[in-house]
């Protein structure tokens, strides 16, 4: 069954890269879809650690995880590389330093097979972005080009559209009528 709006997400158990941890061991978890129950949770892919494009969109989620926070919504990322390349690499990049949210590792692809991001000829992610509801329900997604990044500002108005339970149309932004 492929994924899609309105159907449970699917859930996964994965490794993930905890920057903000503070031992050394405790920089390396589990995580499970199910942790985040109650929650709204944005699920983005990227294609691999040590690129170009990536870096510019994790650094743009990571500055906005406070406008995610006010909405009750957790921010993870995945891409098909190890704990330890994603540990490298914020390590060795300025700009990830500062990383704030988890990196979680489809060494096995499993996760990308699940939400239909994986290019397996490559064996990488497509850049896929999900929103999950508090009750684990696909609500939106969106899937790019390998060569392009994402909006987040356009993220956080379909996060906001999708929280008012209400018809919004085209180009509505937060503060603007909905549709009776």
């Keep these: 069954m492929s994924v899609r709006v309105g159907r449970q997400a699917p859930h996964f158990e994965v490794q993930a890269y905890d920057r903000t941890a503070d031992g050394k061991e405790t920089q390396f978890t589990s995580v499970k879809l199910t942790d985040y129950q109650g929650k709204w949770v944005c699920l983005y892919f990227y294609p691999l650690d040590f690129t170009f494009v990536c870096p510019t969109e994790i650094v743009s989620f990571n500055k906005a995880l406070g406008d995610f926070e006010d909405r009750g919504c957790v921010v993870l990322t995945a891409s098909t590389d190890s704990v330890f390349s994603h540990k490298g690499w914020c390590d060795s990049h300025p700009d990830l330093k500062a990383m704030k949210h988890l990196m979680l590792a489809d060494t096995n692809h499993e996760l990308s097979k699940?939400?239909?991001?994986?290019?397996?000829?490559?064996?990488?992610?497509?850049?896929?972005?999900?929103?999950?509801?508090?009750?684990?329900?696909?609500?939106?997604?969106?899937?790019?080009?390998?060569?392009v990044g994402r909006n987040v500002s356009e993220v956080l108005r379909v996060l906001d559209a999708l929280q008012t339970d209400k018809l919004c149309p085209c180009n509505w932004k937060a503060g603007d009528k909905t549709l009776n």
């Design 114 to 147: 699940a939400y239909d991001v994986l290019d397996e000829a490559q064996g990488i992610a497509y850049r896929g972005i999900y929103l999950i509801d508090p009750a684990g329900v696909l609500r939106w997604l969106a899937v790019h080009d390998l060569a």
